[in-house]
């Protein structure tokens, strides 16, 4: 029999099982004013404990008037970082650990997304929410394309598991950084509606263009850290912290004077985070780290680097020596922008539009009586001048960036740590051209969920119309890097390393997959003479493994692609 209980008590439950006194205050009043809306958006800083409104969530869903829930996440590193929260608290509630679970990427202990908790990614949920799901995407595929009569998988029974749900969109703003991401998250939401689901999405950066536009297309409510709602307590621990902003301007020898920053820096302050944005440059900085000779005056394995191009073995590895704080230099990309509870005094970062920036410099005096550090932001000025060109500087937009870099310039006094500072920021850089929407795409969204049985429908705008994602503009799949032996099956799946098409296709030399007499086989392949359409319809084969890519694996650098 369920609880009759509301999300508020389920919020003060969460959060003394996850070892603290009470709730936040922000979070106590949104769970109260959460109560008669659908869709939500949720507003904090970061470093707030939003991951206990999260949980207390799905517990309303699950205990409480709901039936089941599931949390997607942009990222699949942050979920792996929240997944054990959610069975430590279930597990402390009585329930087995079969209660809730993850599915993504070699993950599958929620199939189809059925346990009454399921943490998965954005795009593991759009294929299951369209009747795709992975666990046997290759079965719809082949029934769509007329390929097969027998089966067409679970086609329906994945759309159901979706849309009896509730749902939590974490970290939100990622979802809204491209045409197609954005245009997804309305059609999501617009389903959800009409499903009469409840969602709860959640970031610490919502800019005011960014809110105006949801508005337009969708019944929600907005619950921000703003007025009477924020927590004066915690602002003015946040306003105690004192730090100076250094913004710079580099050449081609960027390596060095970022050494000189941190290598004097640390004679100052405990530890350091140095991000880039780029896995290349990261790997370039840690390498010059290692050569340093003894100047830098840290043990070479107090220095992690850290990026999306390692084994799920290694990364786990990585996290594990963070949070147990053995560590004195993290070299990083994006990767640590969200969901990684780590600390700094010495922050170095690349350029990049005011929303990372932001989400970046929550890993900077974190914890409360962490008061006093010193912040570098530089940019390469030979790649903001090809930006001029190409429109990006390195991965990002480069309006965006130049944008960002005008409105810190502009301001005589910054504070990363106070929302009514960055919020300003926010306001200035991000304007409503920065959030465009394709509607004939969110009408096929639509209309491909409503289509119970022309599922040719939903495969042929899958595989031609946004060739293999819902909602990223590149495709993930799994490679291992370097021609190989054949290995065992086991091997393969733990050396794995996920890797957007564009990048196979450049480096691909072949592929693993499983012959009819179950044995792993390696095919070498001539990519010269593929698209990357050809490589989307070889990754969903059932007997596919693994894209073999041109490179080395080093576990401390990761993947390098030659």
């Keep these: ?87 430590s608290v279930y597990t402390a509630l009585g329930f087995n650990g079969k209660f809730a679970g993850a599915r993504y990427m070699g993950h599958a202990e929620s199939p189809y997304l059925t346990k009454p908790v399921s943490l998965t990614t954005i795009d593991t949920l759009s294929l ?21 009569h027998h089966s067409m998988g679970h086609y329906l029974f994945s759309r159901a598991m979706f849309s009896l749900s509730w749902l939590v969109l974490d970290e939100v703003h990622l979802l809204t950084d491209s045409t ?56 003015a621990e946040r306003r105690r912290k004192k730090y100076h ?25 405990k530890r350091a985070i140095v991000v880039f944005n780029s896995v290349e440059r990261a790997v370039a900085f840690y390498e010059k780290t290692l050569s340093s000779n003894g100047k830098l005056k840290v043990d070479k394995g107090d220095i992690l680097l850290l990026h999306s191009r390692f084994t799920e073995s290694d990364r786990k590895s990585k996290m594990s020596q963070l949070e147990k704080n053995e560590w004195k230099v993290l070299i990083a990309t994006q990767v640590i922008e969200a969901g990684v509870d780590i600390s700094s ?13 932001v989400q970046r410099l929550g890993r900077f005096l974190r914890r409360e009586g962490e008061n006093e550090g010193e912040i570098y932001i530089w940019y390469d000025k030979g790649t903001m001048k090809k930006a001029d060109k190409s429109g990006k500087y390195t991965v990002y937009d480069a309006d965006l960036v130049r944008e960002t870099l005008s409105a810190l310039e502009s301001r005589t006094e ?18 409503k051209d920065n959030y465009i929407i394709n509607q004939n795409y969110i009408a096929e969204v639509n209309i491909a969920y409503f289509q119970l049985n022309r599922i040719k429908y939903v495969v042929n705008l899958f595989l031609e119309k946004v060739e ?4 990223r503009e590149n495709t993930m799949a799994p490679v291992i890097a370097g021609k190989t032996d054949v290995k065992k099956l086991g091997e393969i799946t733990n050396a794995t390393i996920p890797l957007g098409l564009d990048l196979i296709h450049k480096h691909l030399i072949g592929y693993f997959h499983v012959d009819g007499e179950k044995h792993v086989v390696f095919e070498e392949v001539n990519s010269s003479k593929m698209k990357s359409r050809d490589l989307l319809k070889m990754s969903l084969n059932p007997n596919f493994l693994a894209f073999v890519v041109n490179g080395i694996y080093d576990e401390k650098k990761g993947l390098l692609l030659a």
């Design 468 to 471: 293999g994602s819902f909602v």
């Design 1 to 87: 029999m369920k609880e009759n209980r509301n999300l508020r008590d389920f919020l003060h439950q969460s959060t003394k099982l996850l070892g603290y006194t009470k709730p936040r205050p922000f979070l106590e009043q949104a769970a109260t004013n959460m109560r008669d809306s659908k869709i939500i958006v949720v507003e904090a800083p970061t470093g707030y404990g939003k991951t206990t409104l999260s949980i207390a969530f799905t517990m309303n869903a699950t205990l409480g008037d709901g039936l089941k829930a599931i949390v997607a996440y942009p990222l699949r590193s942050l979920l792996e970082q929240q997944l054990s929260k959610f069975k």
């Design 128 to 148: 299951t929410a369209l009747g795709l799901p992975p666990e046997d995407i290759d079965k719809a595929i082949k029934f769509g394309l007329g390929f097969s």
């Design 414 to 431: 910054i504070n990363f740590h106070d929302p009514y500072s960055y919020q300003t920021i926010l306001d200035e850089v991000y304007t």
């Design 245 to 269: 902003v250094h913004i710079e301007a580099l050449n081609d020898d960027w390596r060095e004077h970022i050494y000189l920053w941190l290598r004097d820096g640390l004679e100052k302050w």
């Design 180 to 235: 197609k991401s954005l245009s997804f998250l309305i059609a999501l939401l617009r389903l959800a509606s009409i499903n009469d689901q409840k969602v709860l999405m959640l970031s610490a950066t919502v800019p005011r263009a960014m809110m105006e536009i949801l508005e337009k297309e969708v019944e929600i409510k907005f619950i921000r850290f703003r007025g009477n709602y924020a927590d004066k307590e915690f602002l």
């Design 345 to 357: 005094d010495l922050f170095i970062t690349e350029l990049a539009p005011a929303n990372s920036l």
